[in-house]
């Protein structure tokens, strides 16, 4: 029989537009989903406007907090261990204790502390509820009794943490890295929702900013500043989007699957309840807040997972493409390893909006997206050699989309402006003279170009870090942080492909 290429041709015709249209569909139902999440954000953050002024946070919630224990693991900190420490405990909170994990160090992290704080060996009583390594030792003072050091042997950061929330007394934890930076009144304003509803909220999570390009003194952000390096200066409009809109936007949905190891609340029974942090995965944070979810939803109790903008936490991001790439390549394999390890949640009536909306966006995204992505680059080429592809369709749905990118950024640096304000601006004589407590409700024109040439670069970045924890970079590889504070100062994988990571 005779080939007829005219019906290869046909078939090829048919099979592109196909393409096309889920091109085209998918397209426009994610672009929607955004808009919807920056709405949903908008309301959100105009209905619960915080309480501007650390002073008017000590009057309402001083009395009525609930203590707090700082988990900081630790490993390979001896050059920044002390002056984070200084920094935790000077945090304006009025009953916290610092547990501060030197995880099996093999430089001088545990001796720095004993020497800077003079501690001594102590003993204290405690039950291992949660799993960890060997703990070797416990060191406190008088002199500073917010403060418990524990040395044990090397685990990791899920195991270094279990280790302290055996250790710690107080009703509510705070998980963080040792190199974060916390405004002074970062715990005021994330512990509300533990005593606005104590009996439901089981976790809270806070905002994460990027730390480049600011000015650090004695482990706090003295001057906030735009980062110069390019790379730097995506991810800072990328992390506004991701926790502006998107951790908003799933928090107010009641599907908030992830809270950023760098800074998290959670009730300590509740984790306990758990297991607390497993061990042997690289998302341990997801891996909690997902079990939460399935523990309490299979114990069909009310509970609370929420999101605030409103706390605020400083970390570094990185500024050159390979520690980038290993950053969301560890992102992306700890978001597989949590929905493999819970995937019989996905689409079970069981778990309501958590296992529908929630796993189903991790289907999307996570385990199917970089397929999609994938054969796109492939398909693309290969309809554009065969001359079935029609440029200007391409042309039009690429401008669509990179349109759409620049009004969600734009959106969440709106956001930014007029309901959080931590990026400086132009400056106005009084709210008389039209601006909000006398700040101009105008995004500066430096902060426009960035969210243009953010999206240029990664339209789709900001959604993907929305499910994902920011606090990626291995412990003791925050160089650029550490030079700052020497000095006296501080993806998807389709689109790491792409050459960004």
Not at 47 to 63: F, K, T, V
Not at 331 to 357: I, K, Q, S
Not at 467 to 485: C, K, M, S, V
Request: glycine content about 10%.
């Amino acid at each position: 029989m005779d080939f007829d290429p005219t019906i290869l041709a046909a078939w090829l015709t048919r099979f592109a537009q196909s393409i096309a249209w889920f091109v085209i569909a998918a397209g426009l139902f994610q672009n929607a989903f955004h808009v919807w999440q920056l709405v949903l954000a908008g309301r959100a953050l105009r209905r619960d406007r915080g309480i501007a002024e650390g002073r008017q946070l000590w009057r309402r919630y001083a009395e009525t907090a609930p203590p707090i224990a700082l988990l900081v693991p630790a490993y390979g900190e001896e050059l920044t261990i002390v002056e984070s420490v200084r920094s935790l405990l000077s945090l304006q909170y009025p009953a916290f204790e610092v547990v501060v994990v030197n995880d099996g160090s093999k430089d001088r992290t545990l001796e720095a502390l004993i020497e800077a704080f003079e501690l001594e060996p102590v003993e204290r009583d405690y039950e291992l509820i949660a799993p960890c390594a060997r703990i070797r030792g416990l060191y406190a003072t008088s002199r500073q009794p917010k403060l418990l050091v524990v040395d044990k042997e090397n685990g990791g950061k899920a195991d270094a943490l279990n280790a302290a929330l055996n250790l710690s007394r107080a009703s509510v934890v705070c998980s963080m890295d040792a190199d974060s930076l916390l405004e002074p009144d970062a715990l005021l304003r994330a512990v509300r929702p533990f005593v606005e509803d104590p009996e439901r909220v089981v976790a809270a999570g806070g905002s994460i900013r990027i730390a480049n390009g600011c000015e650090i003194s004695h482990g706090r952000v003295a001057r906030v500043g735009v980062p110069r390096n390019f790379l730097a200066l995506l991810q800072t409009i990328e992390y506004l989007r991701a926790f502006l809109m998107a951790r908003i936007a799933w928090s107010e949905l009641g599907t908030l699957l992830i809270i950023s190891g760098a800074f998290g609340l959670f009730r300590r029974d509740a984790v306990l309840a758990v297991g607390g942090y497993s061990l042997g995965t690289v998302g341990e944070d997801m891996e909690l807040v997902v079990k939460l979810h399935r523990h309490f939803r299979e114990q069909k109790r009310p509970y609370r997972v929420v999101f605030l903008p409103e706390p605020v936490c400083w970390t570094e991001c990185p500024e050159d493409l390979g520690v980038l790439g290993r950053q969301r390549a560890r992102w992306h394999r700890g978001a597989l390893e949590t929905f493999e390890r819970h995937r019989d949640m996905l689409f079970n009536p069981r778990y309501g909006r958590v296992g529908g909306l929630g796993f189903g966006y991790i289907l999307l995204v996570d385990v199917l997206g970089p397929f999609i992505e994938l054969a796109g680059y492939v398909l693309i080429p290969a309809f554009w050699l065969l001359g079935v592809l029609n440029t200007d369709y391409l042309y039009a749905f690429l401008a669509m989309s990179f349109g759409f990118g620049v009004v969600l950024s734009i959106g969440a640096l709106a956001l930014e402006e007029m309901e959080i304000r931590r990026f400086p601006g132009r400056e106005k004589p009084g709210p008389a003279d039209g601006g909000r407590d006398g700040r101009e409700l105008r995004l500066p024109a430096a902060q426009q170009r960035l969210a243009a040439a953010r999206d240029v670069a990664v339209p789709d970045q900001a959604a993907w870090l929305g499910n994902h924890d920011p606090a990626g970079l291995p412990q003791g590889r925050h160089l650029i942080l550490r030079r700052r504070r020497q000095q006296g100062g501080l993806t998807s994988p389709g689109t790491v492909l792409a050459g960004f990571a």
